[in-house]
Protein backbone atom coordinates (compact mmCIF):
# COMPACT_ATOMS: atom_id res chain seq x y z
CA UNK A 1 0.00 0.00 0.00
CA UNK A 2 2.42 2.27 1.16
CA UNK A 3 5.13 1.20 -1.61
CA UNK A 4 2.64 1.66 -4.43
CA UNK A 5 1.75 5.34 -3.23
CA UNK A 6 5.27 6.10 -2.87
CA UNK A 7 5.67 4.73 -6.65
CA UNK A 8 2.64 6.78 -7.39
CA UNK A 9 4.05 9.81 -6.34
CA UNK A 10 7.21 9.09 -7.84
CA UNK A 11 5.97 8.35 -11.51
CA UNK A 12 3.60 11.70 -10.61
CA UNK A 13 7.02 13.70 -9.77
CA UNK A 14 8.70 11.76 -13.05
CA UNK A 15 5.69 13.57 -15.09
CA UNK A 16 5.75 16.73 -14.03
CA UNK A 17 9.48 17.02 -14.46
CA UNK A 18 8.82 15.68 -17.80
CA UNK A 19 6.09 17.79 -18.88
CA UNK A 20 7.94 21.08 -17.74
CA UNK A 21 11.15 20.11 -18.99
CA UNK A 22 8.90 19.36 -22.67
CA UNK A 23 7.46 22.95 -22.36
CA UNK A 24 10.86 24.60 -21.83
CA UNK A 25 11.68 22.06 -24.92
CA UNK A 26 8.89 23.94 -27.29
CA UNK A 27 9.83 27.23 -26.19
CA UNK A 28 13.77 26.68 -27.05
CA UNK A 29 12.60 24.48 -30.55
CA UNK A 30 10.00 27.52 -31.41
CA UNK A 31 13.08 29.33 -31.25
CA UNK A 32 15.14 27.32 -33.38
CA UNK A 33 12.56 26.88 -36.14
CA UNK A 34 11.45 30.56 -35.95
CA UNK A 35 15.64 31.48 -36.71
CA UNK A 36 15.43 29.11 -39.94
CA UNK A 37 11.82 30.25 -41.04
CA UNK A 38 12.67 33.83 -40.97
CA UNK A 39 13.91 36.74 -43.33
CA UNK A 40 17.20 38.03 -43.06
CA UNK A 41 15.04 41.07 -41.96
CA UNK A 42 14.35 39.18 -38.62
CA UNK A 43 16.77 38.27 -35.81
CA UNK A 44 16.26 35.89 -32.93
CA UNK A 45 18.59 36.64 -29.67
CA UNK A 46 19.48 34.16 -26.84
CA UNK A 47 19.91 34.95 -22.73
CA UNK A 48 23.51 34.13 -22.88
CA UNK A 49 24.51 35.84 -26.37
CA UNK A 50 27.49 38.48 -25.30
CA UNK A 51 26.05 40.14 -28.02
CA UNK A 52 22.93 41.07 -29.44
CA UNK A 53 19.61 42.33 -27.91
CA UNK A 54 18.37 40.02 -26.00
CA UNK A 55 18.57 42.47 -22.52
CA UNK A 56 16.98 45.25 -24.55
CA UNK A 57 14.27 43.08 -26.25
CA UNK A 58 13.17 41.88 -22.73
CA UNK A 59 13.11 45.27 -20.44
CA UNK A 60 9.89 46.81 -19.51
CA UNK A 61 9.55 50.58 -17.77
CA UNK A 62 8.47 48.49 -14.84
CA UNK A 63 11.02 45.85 -13.59
CA UNK A 64 8.12 43.68 -12.15
CA UNK A 65 6.78 43.77 -16.03
CA UNK A 66 10.48 42.07 -17.00
CA UNK A 67 10.63 38.29 -17.71
CA UNK A 68 13.64 36.13 -18.47
CA UNK A 69 12.47 34.61 -22.08
CA UNK A 70 13.84 31.31 -23.93
CA UNK A 71 14.33 33.98 -26.70
CA UNK A 72 13.34 37.07 -28.48
CA UNK A 73 12.72 37.31 -31.81
CA UNK A 74 12.95 41.02 -33.63
CA UNK A 75 10.42 40.55 -37.11
CA UNK A 76 11.72 42.90 -39.32
CA UNK A 77 8.45 42.38 -42.12
CA UNK A 78 4.85 41.58 -41.77
CA UNK A 79 5.50 38.32 -43.71
CA UNK A 80 7.81 37.43 -40.98
CA UNK A 81 5.61 38.13 -38.21
CA UNK A 82 3.15 36.42 -39.91
CA UNK A 83 5.54 33.21 -40.17
CA UNK A 84 6.21 33.35 -36.60
CA UNK A 85 2.63 33.33 -35.03
CA UNK A 86 2.06 30.21 -37.65
CA UNK A 87 5.21 28.73 -35.74
CA UNK A 88 3.97 29.35 -32.22
CA UNK A 89 0.15 28.64 -32.93
CA UNK A 90 1.97 25.06 -34.68
CA UNK A 91 3.89 24.12 -31.60
CA UNK A 92 1.47 26.13 -28.93
CA UNK A 93 4.54 28.14 -27.33
CA UNK A 94 3.97 30.92 -24.87
CA UNK A 95 4.32 34.05 -26.16
CA UNK A 96 4.41 37.89 -25.57
CA UNK A 97 4.60 40.73 -27.96
CA UNK A 98 6.16 44.16 -26.41
CA UNK A 99 5.71 47.77 -28.34
CA UNK A 100 7.35 50.09 -25.71
CA UNK A 101 7.39 48.07 -22.68
CA UNK A 102 5.62 50.43 -20.44
CA UNK A 103 2.93 48.17 -19.20
CA UNK A 104 2.43 47.87 -15.36
CA UNK A 105 0.78 44.75 -15.60
CA UNK A 106 3.01 41.68 -15.22
CA UNK A 107 2.76 39.31 -18.41
CA UNK A 108 1.20 41.26 -20.38
CA UNK A 109 4.25 41.83 -23.05
CA UNK A 110 6.43 39.41 -20.93
CA UNK A 111 6.57 35.46 -21.43
CA UNK A 112 8.91 32.40 -20.05
CA UNK A 113 8.84 31.51 -23.85
CA UNK A 114 8.81 34.00 -26.94
CA UNK A 115 9.32 37.12 -26.37
CA UNK A 116 8.42 39.17 -29.80
CA UNK A 117 9.76 42.80 -29.62
CA UNK A 118 8.03 45.08 -32.47
CA UNK A 119 11.08 47.35 -32.34
CA UNK A 120 12.49 47.05 -36.33
CA UNK A 121 8.69 48.15 -36.81
CA UNK A 122 10.06 51.95 -36.64
CA UNK A 123 8.75 53.72 -39.79
CA UNK A 124 6.84 57.13 -40.22
CA UNK A 125 4.81 57.82 -43.35
CA UNK A 126 3.72 61.37 -43.26
CA UNK A 127 0.70 61.70 -46.09
CA UNK A 128 -0.04 65.24 -46.61
CA UNK A 129 -2.71 64.83 -48.70
CA UNK A 130 -4.90 62.35 -46.62
CA UNK A 131 -3.71 64.02 -43.33
CA UNK A 132 -2.54 60.60 -42.03
CA UNK A 133 0.44 59.28 -41.07
CA UNK A 134 1.41 55.40 -40.88
CA UNK A 135 3.45 54.78 -37.72
CA UNK A 136 5.20 51.02 -37.12
CA UNK A 137 4.31 49.95 -33.77
CA UNK A 138 7.84 49.28 -32.52
CA UNK A 139 8.18 53.11 -31.80
CA UNK A 140 8.02 55.57 -28.85
CA UNK A 141 5.47 58.31 -29.31
CA UNK A 142 9.08 60.60 -28.43
CA UNK A 143 9.84 59.00 -32.08
CA UNK A 144 6.40 59.86 -34.04
CA UNK A 145 6.51 63.55 -32.81
CA UNK A 146 9.98 64.48 -33.78
CA UNK A 147 9.42 62.72 -37.24
CA UNK A 148 6.20 64.97 -37.78
CA UNK A 149 7.38 68.26 -36.18
CA UNK A 150 9.19 69.15 -39.58
CA UNK A 151 5.54 68.97 -41.42
CA UNK A 152 3.97 71.10 -38.34
CA UNK A 153 1.78 68.38 -38.12
CA UNK A 154 1.10 66.04 -34.80
CA UNK A 155 -1.37 63.31 -33.33
CA UNK A 156 -3.35 62.46 -30.89
CA UNK A 157 -0.36 60.66 -28.61
CA UNK A 158 1.01 60.01 -25.51
CA UNK A 159 1.90 62.94 -22.34
CA UNK A 160 5.41 61.80 -21.40
CA UNK A 161 8.29 60.41 -22.74
CA UNK A 162 9.38 56.64 -23.38
CA UNK A 163 5.33 55.44 -23.89
CA UNK A 164 5.04 53.26 -26.95
CA UNK A 165 2.42 53.62 -29.32
CA UNK A 166 1.71 49.98 -29.82
CA UNK A 167 -0.27 49.51 -26.22
CA UNK A 168 -0.79 52.84 -25.94
CA UNK A 169 -3.34 52.65 -28.89
CA UNK A 170 -4.52 49.50 -28.70
CA UNK A 171 -5.94 50.16 -25.22
CA UNK A 172 -7.49 53.54 -26.35
CA UNK A 173 -5.01 56.60 -25.54
CA UNK A 174 -5.80 59.89 -23.37
CA UNK A 175 -3.49 62.67 -24.75
CA UNK A 176 -2.85 66.36 -24.42
CA UNK A 177 -5.25 66.47 -27.85
CA UNK A 178 -8.08 64.38 -26.12
CA UNK A 179 -10.45 67.45 -25.40
CA UNK A 180 -9.92 68.49 -29.40
CA UNK A 181 -10.41 65.40 -30.58
CA UNK A 182 -10.80 62.33 -28.65
CA UNK A 183 -8.85 59.47 -28.00
CA UNK A 184 -5.84 57.90 -29.76
CA UNK A 185 -8.87 55.23 -31.10
CA UNK A 186 -11.19 57.76 -32.19
CA UNK A 187 -8.48 58.76 -34.92
CA UNK A 188 -7.41 55.43 -36.15
CA UNK A 189 -8.29 54.93 -39.89
CA UNK A 190 -5.89 51.35 -40.25
CA UNK A 191 -4.72 48.93 -39.05
CA UNK A 192 -1.89 46.43 -40.57
CA UNK A 193 -2.70 43.37 -38.18
CA UNK A 194 -1.24 39.84 -38.95
CA UNK A 195 -4.04 37.78 -37.97
CA UNK A 196 -3.58 34.74 -35.67
CA UNK A 197 -3.66 32.03 -38.54
CA UNK A 198 -0.96 34.44 -40.72
CA UNK A 199 -2.80 36.55 -42.64
CA UNK A 200 -2.02 39.90 -43.53
CA UNK A 201 -4.41 42.41 -43.82
CA UNK A 202 -5.20 46.28 -43.34
CA UNK A 203 -8.15 46.45 -41.02
CA UNK A 204 -10.33 49.63 -41.90
CA UNK A 205 -13.74 50.52 -40.76
CA UNK A 206 -15.51 49.58 -44.32
CA UNK A 207 -12.98 46.47 -44.85
CA UNK A 208 -13.84 44.45 -41.66
CA UNK A 209 -15.90 46.67 -39.39
CA UNK A 210 -16.75 44.35 -36.39
CA UNK A 211 -12.28 43.65 -36.25
CA UNK A 212 -11.96 47.60 -36.64
CA UNK A 213 -13.87 48.26 -33.13
CA UNK A 214 -12.39 45.33 -31.51
CA UNK A 215 -8.97 46.45 -32.06
CA UNK A 216 -9.69 50.40 -30.81
CA UNK A 217 -9.17 49.19 -27.19
CA UNK A 218 -8.91 45.26 -27.67
CA UNK A 219 -4.85 45.10 -26.97
CA UNK A 220 -3.75 42.44 -28.16
CA UNK A 221 -6.58 39.94 -28.48
CA UNK A 222 -6.97 39.77 -32.12
CA UNK A 223 -3.46 39.04 -33.72
CA UNK A 224 -0.50 41.34 -34.18
CA UNK A 225 -0.23 45.13 -34.88
CA UNK A 226 2.00 46.19 -37.46
CA UNK A 227 1.21 49.71 -38.08
CA UNK A 228 -1.04 51.95 -37.33
CA UNK A 229 -2.87 55.16 -39.87
CA UNK A 230 -3.86 57.83 -37.70
CA UNK A 231 -5.11 61.31 -38.43
CA UNK A 232 -2.69 64.26 -38.40
CA UNK A 233 -3.46 67.94 -37.07
CA UNK A 234 -2.12 71.38 -37.50
CA UNK A 235 1.32 71.75 -34.97
CA UNK A 236 2.51 74.27 -33.62
CA UNK A 237 4.58 75.60 -30.48
CA UNK A 238 2.86 74.93 -27.20
CA UNK A 239 3.22 76.00 -23.82
CA UNK A 240 3.92 74.21 -20.47
CA UNK A 241 5.86 72.21 -18.53
CA UNK A 242 6.59 70.68 -15.01
CA UNK A 243 6.11 73.14 -11.51
CA UNK A 244 6.69 70.89 -8.49
CA UNK A 245 4.97 71.88 -5.38
CA UNK A 246 6.40 70.95 -1.51
CA UNK A 247 4.04 70.04 1.34
CA UNK A 248 2.99 73.55 2.57
CA UNK A 249 1.69 74.59 -0.66
CA UNK A 250 -0.53 71.28 -1.20
CA UNK A 251 -3.95 73.13 0.02
CA UNK A 252 -3.35 76.08 -2.17
CA UNK A 253 -2.94 72.98 -5.20
CA UNK A 254 -5.77 71.28 -3.62
CA UNK A 255 -8.10 74.89 -4.46
CA UNK A 256 -6.33 75.38 -7.91
CA UNK A 257 -6.95 71.74 -9.22
CA UNK A 258 -10.68 72.04 -8.45
CA UNK A 259 -11.12 75.47 -10.11
CA UNK A 260 -9.37 74.12 -13.43
CA UNK A 261 -11.57 71.16 -13.39
CA UNK A 262 -14.72 72.91 -12.43
CA UNK A 263 -14.38 75.89 -14.37
CA UNK A 264 -11.24 75.69 -17.79
CA UNK A 265 -13.70 74.96 -20.93
CA UNK A 266 -10.61 75.88 -23.18
CA UNK A 267 -10.27 72.48 -25.46
CA UNK A 268 -6.46 73.57 -25.73
CA UNK A 269 -5.82 73.85 -22.15
CA UNK A 270 -4.72 70.17 -20.04
CA UNK A 271 -3.19 69.75 -16.56
CA UNK A 272 -1.60 66.72 -15.41
CA UNK A 273 -1.07 67.21 -10.82
CA UNK A 274 0.32 63.83 -9.37
CA UNK A 275 -0.18 63.84 -5.57
CA UNK A 276 3.13 61.93 -4.52
CA UNK A 277 4.74 60.72 -1.35
CA UNK A 278 8.44 60.48 -1.92
CA UNK A 279 10.93 60.00 1.11
CA UNK A 280 8.39 60.32 3.79
CA UNK A 281 7.14 63.96 2.78
CA UNK A 282 3.67 64.41 0.04
CA UNK A 283 4.65 67.36 -2.46
CA UNK A 284 2.91 67.61 -5.95
CA UNK A 285 4.55 67.25 -9.40
CA UNK A 286 2.34 69.17 -11.88
CA UNK A 287 2.15 69.17 -15.88
CA UNK A 288 0.47 72.14 -17.47
CA UNK A 289 -0.33 71.87 -21.36
CA UNK A 290 -1.42 74.34 -23.95
CA UNK A 291 -1.94 73.85 -27.33
CA UNK A 292 -0.61 77.03 -28.47
CA UNK A 293 2.24 79.66 -27.66
CA UNK A 294 1.33 81.52 -24.93
CA UNK A 295 -2.05 80.65 -22.83
CA UNK A 296 -4.74 82.88 -22.44
CA UNK A 297 -4.87 85.03 -18.81
CA UNK A 298 -6.06 83.40 -16.24
CA UNK A 299 -6.16 79.63 -16.96
CA UNK A 300 -2.38 79.02 -15.33
CA UNK A 301 -2.14 81.77 -13.09
CA UNK A 302 -3.02 80.30 -9.93
CA UNK A 303 -0.83 77.49 -10.56
CA UNK A 304 1.81 79.85 -11.35
CA UNK A 305 1.54 82.09 -7.98
CA UNK A 306 1.20 79.39 -5.75
CA UNK A 307 4.94 78.70 -4.11
CA UNK A 308 6.84 76.30 -5.64
CA UNK A 309 9.96 73.79 -5.83
CA UNK A 310 11.28 74.11 -9.08
CA UNK A 311 10.06 75.36 -12.47
CA UNK A 312 10.69 74.22 -16.21
CA UNK A 313 8.04 76.37 -17.90
CA UNK A 314 7.92 78.12 -21.54
CA UNK A 315 7.17 78.04 -25.04
CA UNK A 316 8.73 75.26 -26.64
CA UNK A 317 7.75 72.01 -29.00
CA UNK A 318 4.89 69.26 -28.01
CA UNK A 319 8.12 67.45 -28.11
CA UNK A 320 10.33 69.32 -25.50
CA UNK A 321 7.15 69.54 -23.04
CA UNK A 322 6.50 65.97 -23.56
CA UNK A 323 9.74 65.37 -22.27
CA UNK A 324 9.85 67.79 -19.46
CA UNK A 325 7.64 64.71 -17.59
CA UNK A 326 9.53 63.00 -15.00
CA UNK A 327 8.41 59.88 -15.83
CA UNK A 328 11.50 58.25 -16.51
CA UNK A 329 12.91 59.11 -12.90
CA UNK A 330 11.20 55.56 -11.68
CA UNK A 331 12.13 53.62 -14.77
CA UNK A 332 13.41 49.88 -13.68
CA UNK A 333 11.45 50.02 -9.99
CA UNK A 334 8.89 47.58 -9.48
CA UNK A 335 5.40 48.80 -10.45
CA UNK A 336 1.97 49.29 -10.81
CA UNK A 337 -1.43 51.19 -11.58
CA UNK A 338 -4.81 50.88 -10.99
CA UNK A 339 -7.23 53.83 -11.76
CA UNK A 340 -10.66 55.11 -10.66
CA UNK A 341 -13.12 56.82 -12.76
CA UNK A 342 -14.69 59.87 -11.41
CA UNK A 343 -17.09 62.26 -13.12
CA UNK A 344 -16.18 65.24 -10.82
CA UNK A 345 -12.39 66.79 -8.96
CA UNK A 346 -14.35 68.59 -6.33
CA UNK A 347 -12.77 70.16 -3.50
CA UNK A 348 -14.05 67.37 -0.78
CA UNK A 349 -12.58 65.01 -3.55
CA UNK A 350 -9.27 66.68 -3.77
CA UNK A 351 -8.97 66.49 -0.01
CA UNK A 352 -9.81 62.89 -0.24
CA UNK A 353 -7.03 62.56 -2.60
CA UNK A 354 -4.14 63.68 -0.75
CA UNK A 355 -4.99 62.09 2.27
CA UNK A 356 -4.75 58.93 0.45
CA UNK A 357 -1.58 60.08 -0.62
CA UNK A 358 -0.02 60.55 2.59
CA UNK A 359 -1.97 57.39 4.29
CA UNK A 360 -0.49 54.58 1.39
CA UNK A 361 3.23 56.89 1.00
CA UNK A 362 3.50 56.67 5.03
CA UNK A 363 2.29 52.78 5.43
CA UNK A 364 3.58 51.41 2.37
CA UNK A 365 7.44 53.61 2.56
CA UNK A 366 7.42 50.09 5.49
CA UNK A 367 6.93 47.61 2.46
CA UNK A 368 9.74 49.08 0.67
CA UNK A 369 7.67 51.76 -1.64
CA UNK A 370 9.71 54.02 -3.37
CA UNK A 371 6.81 56.34 -4.81
CA UNK A 372 3.54 56.08 -4.43
CA UNK A 373 1.32 58.46 -6.95
CA UNK A 374 -2.39 59.48 -7.72
CA UNK A 375 -2.13 61.49 -11.33
CA UNK A 376 -5.16 63.90 -11.97
CA UNK A 377 -6.07 63.97 -15.44
CA UNK A 378 -9.53 66.28 -15.75
CA UNK A 379 -11.04 66.52 -19.09
CA UNK A 380 -13.79 68.38 -20.60
CA UNK A 381 -16.76 66.14 -20.30
CA UNK A 382 -16.93 65.82 -24.35
CA UNK A 383 -13.67 64.28 -24.12
CA UNK A 384 -16.13 60.97 -25.63
CA UNK A 385 -18.19 62.94 -28.01
CA UNK A 386 -15.28 62.74 -30.96
CA UNK A 387 -15.60 59.43 -31.94
CA UNK A 388 -17.07 58.88 -35.58
CA UNK A 389 -17.46 55.32 -34.86
CA UNK A 390 -17.62 52.93 -31.90
CA UNK A 391 -14.69 51.26 -30.42
CA UNK A 392 -14.13 48.51 -27.70
CA UNK A 393 -12.87 51.25 -25.22
CA UNK A 394 -14.26 53.00 -23.96
CA UNK A 395 -17.50 51.24 -23.97
CA UNK A 396 -19.62 54.86 -24.39
CA UNK A 397 -23.80 54.51 -25.56
CA UNK A 398 -24.91 58.21 -27.17
CA UNK A 399 -24.89 60.85 -24.08
CA UNK A 400 -21.57 59.11 -23.06
CA UNK A 401 -21.09 60.41 -19.10
CA UNK A 402 -17.55 62.61 -19.03
CA UNK A 403 -15.44 59.84 -16.83
CA UNK A 404 -11.93 60.95 -15.47
CA UNK A 405 -9.57 58.29 -15.57
CA UNK A 406 -7.16 58.84 -12.21
CA UNK A 407 -4.30 56.62 -11.94
CA UNK A 408 -2.83 55.55 -9.19
CA UNK A 409 0.65 54.53 -9.37
CA UNK A 410 3.13 52.63 -6.88
CA UNK A 411 6.47 51.64 -7.16
CA UNK A 412 8.45 49.56 -4.94
CA UNK A 413 11.59 47.74 -4.58
CA UNK A 414 11.67 44.38 -2.93
CA UNK A 415 10.12 41.41 -5.25
CA UNK A 416 8.08 39.79 -1.90
CA UNK A 417 6.14 42.96 -1.77
CA UNK A 418 3.99 42.50 -4.83
CA UNK A 419 1.09 41.12 -3.61
CA UNK A 420 0.63 43.85 -1.22
CA UNK A 421 1.35 46.53 -3.33
CA UNK A 422 -1.08 45.15 -5.28
CA UNK A 423 -3.53 44.30 -2.61
CA UNK A 424 -3.02 48.29 -1.26
CA UNK A 425 -4.22 49.81 -4.76
CA UNK A 426 -7.30 47.61 -4.74
CA UNK A 427 -8.21 48.93 -1.09
CA UNK A 428 -7.33 52.81 -2.15
CA UNK A 429 -8.94 52.57 -5.41
CA UNK A 430 -12.00 51.32 -3.68
CA UNK A 431 -11.91 53.88 -0.74
CA UNK A 432 -11.86 56.87 -3.67
CA UNK A 433 -14.74 54.94 -5.34
CA UNK A 434 -16.67 55.00 -2.13
CA UNK A 435 -15.81 58.81 -1.47
CA UNK A 436 -17.06 59.67 -5.04
CA UNK A 437 -20.43 57.85 -4.81
CA UNK A 438 -21.13 59.21 -1.37
CA UNK A 439 -20.77 62.74 -2.41
CA UNK A 440 -22.99 61.71 -5.34
CA UNK A 441 -20.92 60.91 -8.71
CA UNK A 442 -22.65 58.08 -10.55
CA UNK A 443 -19.42 55.88 -10.86
CA UNK A 444 -20.26 52.55 -9.63
CA UNK A 445 -20.64 51.20 -12.76
CA UNK A 446 -17.94 53.58 -14.96
CA UNK A 447 -15.40 51.68 -17.08
CA UNK A 448 -11.91 51.39 -15.67
CA UNK A 449 -9.43 52.41 -18.54
CA UNK A 450 -7.56 49.36 -19.72
CA UNK A 451 -3.83 50.73 -19.83
CA UNK A 452 -4.33 51.83 -16.30
CA UNK A 453 -6.41 49.23 -14.49
CA UNK A 454 -4.77 46.24 -12.56
CA UNK A 455 -4.33 42.49 -14.19
CA UNK A 456 -6.87 41.19 -12.48
CA UNK A 457 -9.97 44.08 -12.87
CA UNK A 458 -12.54 41.57 -14.28
CA UNK A 459 -13.05 42.29 -18.17
CA UNK A 460 -17.01 43.71 -17.33
CA UNK A 461 -15.82 46.44 -15.55
CA UNK A 462 -13.65 47.31 -18.39
CA UNK A 463 -15.93 46.74 -21.56
CA UNK A 464 -18.74 46.82 -19.86
CA UNK A 465 -21.54 45.88 -22.89
CA UNK A 466 -18.87 45.47 -25.62
CA UNK A 467 -18.02 42.62 -24.06
CA UNK A 468 -20.12 39.64 -25.45
CA UNK A 469 -19.65 41.39 -29.18
CA UNK A 470 -15.81 41.42 -28.97
CA UNK A 471 -16.26 38.08 -27.96
CA UNK A 472 -18.02 36.85 -31.14
CA UNK A 473 -14.78 38.65 -32.94
CA UNK A 474 -12.99 37.28 -30.98
CA UNK A 475 -14.44 33.50 -31.86
CA UNK A 476 -14.26 34.45 -35.39
CA UNK A 477 -10.45 35.24 -35.88
CA UNK A 478 -9.14 33.29 -33.52
CA UNK A 479 -11.11 30.40 -33.06
CA UNK A 480 -8.13 28.34 -31.89
CA UNK A 481 -7.42 30.96 -29.25
CA UNK A 482 -3.98 31.60 -30.32
CA UNK A 483 -3.46 34.79 -28.74
CA UNK A 484 -4.15 33.29 -25.62
CA UNK A 485 -0.69 32.02 -25.53
CA UNK A 486 0.27 35.77 -24.80
CA UNK A 487 -0.65 37.77 -21.77
CA UNK A 488 -3.57 40.37 -20.86
CA UNK A 489 -7.00 41.16 -20.27
CA UNK A 490 -8.56 38.18 -22.61
CA UNK A 491 -11.71 37.66 -24.08
C1 LIG B 1 5.15 56.62 -17.64
C2 LIG B 1 3.83 56.23 -18.27
C3 LIG B 1 3.01 57.22 -18.80
C4 LIG B 1 1.80 56.90 -19.40
N1 LIG B 1 1.00 57.89 -19.91
C5 LIG B 1 -0.18 57.59 -20.49
C6 LIG B 1 -1.01 58.60 -21.04
O1 LIG B 1 -0.70 59.78 -21.03
N2 LIG B 1 -2.18 58.23 -21.61
C7 LIG B 1 -2.56 56.92 -21.69
O2 LIG B 1 -3.63 56.64 -22.25
N3 LIG B 1 -1.81 55.94 -21.17
C8 LIG B 1 -0.63 56.25 -20.57
N4 LIG B 1 0.14 55.25 -20.03
C9 LIG B 1 -0.32 53.87 -20.10
C10 LIG B 1 0.12 53.25 -21.42
O3 LIG B 1 -0.87 53.50 -22.39
C11 LIG B 1 0.34 51.74 -21.27
O4 LIG B 1 1.39 51.53 -20.36
C12 LIG B 1 0.63 51.04 -22.59
O5 LIG B 1 0.63 49.64 -22.37
C13 LIG B 1 1.96 51.44 -23.18
O6 LIG B 1 2.16 50.82 -24.42
P1 LIG B 1 3.55 50.05 -24.73
O7 LIG B 1 3.57 49.72 -26.16
O8 LIG B 1 4.67 50.84 -24.16
O9 LIG B 1 3.31 48.77 -23.82
P2 LIG B 1 3.75 47.17 -23.94
O10 LIG B 1 4.08 46.82 -22.56
O11 LIG B 1 4.81 47.02 -24.96
O12 LIG B 1 2.43 46.54 -24.45
C14 LIG B 1 1.20 46.66 -23.73
C15 LIG B 1 0.16 45.67 -24.27
O13 LIG B 1 -0.03 45.86 -25.66
C16 LIG B 1 0.22 44.65 -26.37
N5 LIG B 1 0.92 44.95 -27.62
C17 LIG B 1 2.07 45.64 -27.76
N6 LIG B 1 2.43 45.70 -29.04
C18 LIG B 1 1.48 45.03 -29.74
C19 LIG B 1 1.29 44.75 -31.12
N7 LIG B 1 2.15 45.18 -32.03
N8 LIG B 1 0.21 44.02 -31.49
C20 LIG B 1 -0.67 43.57 -30.56
N9 LIG B 1 -0.54 43.80 -29.24
C21 LIG B 1 0.53 44.53 -28.84
C22 LIG B 1 1.11 43.85 -25.46
O14 LIG B 1 1.06 42.47 -25.76
C23 LIG B 1 0.58 44.21 -24.09
O15 LIG B 1 -0.55 43.44 -23.79
C24 LIG B 1 1.38 55.56 -19.44
C25 LIG B 1 2.20 54.55 -18.90
C26 LIG B 1 3.41 54.87 -18.31
C27 LIG B 1 4.26 53.81 -17.73
C1 LIG C 1 -1.36 24.29 -25.41
O1 LIG C 1 -0.68 24.58 -24.21
C2 LIG C 1 -1.53 24.86 -23.12
C3 LIG C 1 -0.64 25.18 -21.94
O2 LIG C 1 0.20 26.28 -22.25
C4 LIG C 1 -2.42 23.68 -22.84
O3 LIG C 1 -3.33 24.04 -21.81
C5 LIG C 1 -3.20 23.30 -24.09
O4 LIG C 1 -3.93 22.15 -23.86
C6 LIG C 1 -2.25 23.09 -25.24
N1 LIG C 1 -3.01 22.87 -26.45
C7 LIG C 1 -2.70 21.92 -27.31
C8 LIG C 1 -3.57 21.84 -28.54
O5 LIG C 1 -1.78 21.17 -27.14
C1 LIG D 1 13.10 58.05 -21.21
O1 LIG D 1 13.44 56.69 -21.42
C2 LIG D 1 13.09 56.17 -22.69
C3 LIG D 1 13.47 54.71 -22.74
O2 LIG D 1 12.51 53.96 -22.05
C4 LIG D 1 13.77 56.95 -23.79
O3 LIG D 1 13.28 56.51 -25.04
C5 LIG D 1 13.47 58.43 -23.63
O4 LIG D 1 14.23 59.18 -24.56
C6 LIG D 1 13.83 58.91 -22.23
N1 LIG D 1 13.43 60.30 -22.10
C7 LIG D 1 14.23 61.26 -21.65
C8 LIG D 1 13.67 62.63 -21.62
O5 LIG D 1 15.37 61.05 -21.28
C1 LIG E 1 -15.38 78.15 -10.40
O1 LIG E 1 -15.44 79.56 -10.61
C2 LIG E 1 -16.41 80.21 -9.82
C3 LIG E 1 -16.45 81.67 -10.25
O2 LIG E 1 -15.16 82.22 -10.28
C4 LIG E 1 -16.04 80.07 -8.34
O3 LIG E 1 -17.00 80.68 -7.51
C5 LIG E 1 -15.98 78.58 -8.01
O4 LIG E 1 -15.52 78.41 -6.69
C6 LIG E 1 -15.03 77.85 -8.95
N1 LIG E 1 -15.12 76.44 -8.71
C7 LIG E 1 -14.20 75.79 -8.00
C8 LIG E 1 -14.44 74.32 -7.77
O5 LIG E 1 -13.19 76.32 -7.59
C1 LIG F 1 -7.65 58.73 5.01
O1 LIG F 1 -7.47 57.52 4.30
C2 LIG F 1 -7.64 56.34 5.04
C3 LIG F 1 -7.31 55.16 4.13
O2 LIG F 1 -8.18 55.12 3.02
C4 LIG F 1 -9.04 56.29 5.60
O3 LIG F 1 -9.17 55.13 6.41
C5 LIG F 1 -9.33 57.54 6.40
O4 LIG F 1 -10.69 57.53 6.81
C6 LIG F 1 -9.06 58.77 5.58
N1 LIG F 1 -9.21 59.96 6.40
C7 LIG F 1 -9.88 61.02 5.98
C8 LIG F 1 -9.93 62.19 6.93
O5 LIG F 1 -10.44 61.07 4.90
C1 LIG G 1 -7.54 33.70 -41.82
O1 LIG G 1 -8.77 34.03 -41.19
C2 LIG G 1 -9.59 34.90 -41.94
C3 LIG G 1 -10.81 35.21 -41.08
O2 LIG G 1 -10.48 36.17 -40.11
C4 LIG G 1 -9.96 34.27 -43.27
O3 LIG G 1 -10.73 35.17 -44.04
C5 LIG G 1 -8.68 33.93 -44.01
O4 LIG G 1 -9.01 33.25 -45.21
C6 LIG G 1 -7.78 33.04 -43.18
N1 LIG G 1 -6.51 32.89 -43.86
C7 LIG G 1 -5.90 31.74 -43.99
C8 LIG G 1 -4.57 31.77 -44.68
O5 LIG G 1 -6.36 30.72 -43.54
Known sequence: MHMARLRKTCKAIALASFFSATLAFDASD???QIQQAVSSASSVYYPLELLGN?????????????????????????????VIIQLLASTNTSFAVKGGGHTANPGFSSTTGV????????SVAYDAASATVTIGTGLVWDDVYEALAPYGVNVVGGRVTGVGVAGFTLGGGYSYKTNQFGLTVDTITAFELVKPNGSIVSVTAASEPDLFFGLKGGLNNFGIVTQFTLRT????????GL?????????????????FAANVTDPKAAIIPAYNFLLGEPGVSHIMFYDGPSPPAGIFDDFLAIPHLTEDVSTRSFLSLVQSAPSNATTGARGAFHTVSLLEYSPAMMDAILNETIFWGARLALAGATFISYDIEPFLPTLYTHATSPSAF????PNPPGYL???LYYAWAPSTSDDLFHAALHQSSDHLTQVAISE???????????NYALYDTPLERIYGANLPRLRTIKGEVDPGNVMGLAGGFKF
Not at 115 to 122: E, G, K, L, V, Y
Not at 243 to 259: C, D, E, G, K, M
Not at 440 to 450: F, H, R, S, V
Open 30 to 32: ACT
Open 54 to 82: YAADITHWASSSTQASACTVEPGTAADVS
Open 243 to 259: LTYTATSIPAVNAAVAS
Open 394 to 397: PPRG
Open 233 to 240: FPQGQVWG
Open 440 to 450: GQAIADAPLYT
Open 405 to 407: PLN
Open 115 to 122: HISMTRFS
